[in-house]
């Protein structure tokens, strides 16, 4: 990772920790937890946060003999950033080998009262042997340390647009990011030209996070939510970094098949193979080095031309 010159050098692990701290929830009561918001964050939550703190509550409410292995979860309402988000815990089914927890995530209002912002549901198994096959070959991807990464385009980009970024623009699009990415292709703000709807990046933490199974799980949910919806923006080329869309994620389900590191490089393959009525459906697939699918992710957002005013 490369800093500008005027700003001081990055900590990689200090960006990572902080990460981890982020989605690191607090019980506040029994099944109850608070998820804290981003230091120095701005406008709306991040859906991949709030995801990934939910995904850890309901971790948190299940014995370590069952692990995640998949999340189904709608968003309701835009999440605020700067105030924590409650997140509230049902135990709607436990069994020898699965279990099911089902989570709300709220946030305060204004006036002392409460929102919903995020329902979601999550299933947990006890790990076992089965019947086995792999019908997802991974794309042929250019190795990792062979790419630019996405900060660097996006160092260029700004340079190229100069005056027309504001400060504030300009500030979170060159904000440091605890996780890399590197595209083999060009996202939706890379490219203004109409392309299929598919894209390839690898992604992983930009220093090495600690042993946790449920923590590399809720990392992996955490990045699923990059790049997914502008995949369904491609064929149109339009981008909301031009300012020309509008959009929200509206649900998002993961799949986890197998265990896997996000302090390992992690090829995200995404394809969008329906847009109309104002939505966009997005399918994402995540391969490990090994060319092994890790996870499945779908998702849904809304997604409308931004209307200019004359």
């Known amino acids: ?11 990689p692990q200090r960006l990572v920790d902080g990460l981890v701290r982020l989605l690191t929830v607090e019980k506040r009561a029994s099944d109850i937890y608070a998820g804290q918001p981003q230091k ?3 406008g709306r939550v991040f859906g991949g946060q709030v995801i990934a703190q939910a995904l850890q509550a309901a971790q ?3 014995p370590e003999t069952k692990v995640a292995h998949s999340l189904h979860a709608y968003f309701l309402r835009g999440g605020r950033e700067g105030t924590p988000i409650e997140y509230r815990i049902e135990r709607d089914f436990d069994g020898r080998s699965f279990s099911n927890r089902r989570v709300v995530a709220s946030q305060e209002n204004e006036d002392g009262s409460s929102s919903p912002i995020l329902n979601l549901t999550a299933s947990f198994q006890v790990p076992e042997e089965g019947l086995e096959h792999d019908a997802s070959p991974m794309p ?3 190795d990792p340390e062979t790419l630019k990464s996405d900060m660097d385009m996006r160092r260029a980009m700004a340079d190229k647009m100069g005056d027309r970024l504001n400060p504030a623009q300009r500030a979170l699009m060159l904000r440091p990011r605890p996780i890399e990415m590197r595209t083999l292709d060009k996202l939706h703000w890379m490219n203004a030209e109409p392309k299929a709807p598919q894209a390839h990046s690898w992604f992983r933490t930009v220093a090495p996070l600690p042993d946790d199974p449920a ?6 949910a955490y990045a699923s939510d990059y790049t997914l919806l502008g995949t369904s923006a491609l064929p149109h080329g339009l981008s909301w970094m031009r300012g020309e869309l509008v959009g929200a994620s509206l649900d998002h389900a993961l799949w986890f098949h197998r265990e896997a590191r996000a302090d390992e490089w992690l ?3 995404t394809d969008a193979p329906w847009s109309g009525g104002g939505r966009g459906f997005n399918r994402g697939r995540i391969f490990n080095q090994q060319g092994e699918l890790v996870a499945s992710v779908a998702q849904e957002g809304m997604m409308r031309r931004r209307k200019r005013s004359s």
Request: proline share 10%; hydrophobic share 45%; glycine share 6%.
């Open 140 to 142: 042929d991807a250019a």
């Open 1 to 11: 990772m490369t800093d500008t010159p005027d700003t001081p050098p990055i900590d």
């Open 40 to 42: 120095g964050g701005v």
């Open 267 to 269: 090829l995200y393959a």
């Open 60 to 62: 948190a409410s299940i």
């Open 215 to 220: 923590l590399h799980r809720a990392m992996i």
